[in-house]
């Protein structure tokens, strides 16, 4: 059965260079030109993931996602904003989307996150509150990670950490993306705090076991999976 994305994209241009991209990678592909029918079809049919501009005819992609939020709380959704976007723009829909990507961007970059996406609603997810990689598994609820039935005591920080790890499993986040996501207040990109929290993880999640589950891409980041 075929990933259902609905793209809400007023752009013809860009909806159907997306469009086409994803229908090549075996997506099926819906597209509303406009924010009140993308909210129509959106409430209307199943989908797997929104891919919704924020600049809209009709009603902005944040007034959208709002509206979809109000019924759907699991539709997982990727809002493309236009390059200068406020940092109170990207917060306004924080709450609600799941990441966004800052046009113009890379194919690869938009199929990496689609993947990553719409995995988050298979089998490895359930309930919403548990995530699983292999013998590892987290309550983002109940706060708990066991690693091959073993409970593990994580810091906050680490916590976070590895639940952002798990949540884009076989995805490289880089060191950016994970402060950006784990830390909120703002430090010297150019110093090692990812390392050493990357490591104290590491320390508590991989240690002592033969199969290791995070892993350094050099020069790129971080990436959580089966190896
Ligand atoms: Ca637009």
Known sequence: MATKILLVEDEPK???FIRRGLEEEGYEVQVAYDGPFGLRLALGQAFDLLILDVILPGSSGIEVLKAVRAHDQELPVLMLTALGTTQDKLLGFDGGADDYLVKPFDFVELLARVRALTRRRGPRTTKGTQLTLADLMVD???KTVVRAGQPIKLTAREFNLLELLLRHQGRVLSRAEIAEHTWEEAFDTGSNVIDVYVNYL?????KG????LIHTVVGMGYVLREE
């Open 140 to 142: 983002t609820a109940a």
């Open 202 to 206: 590491r320390n508590k999640v991989d």
């Open 14 to 16: 860009v909806s159907a």
């Open 209 to 212: 076991f033969t199969k290791k």
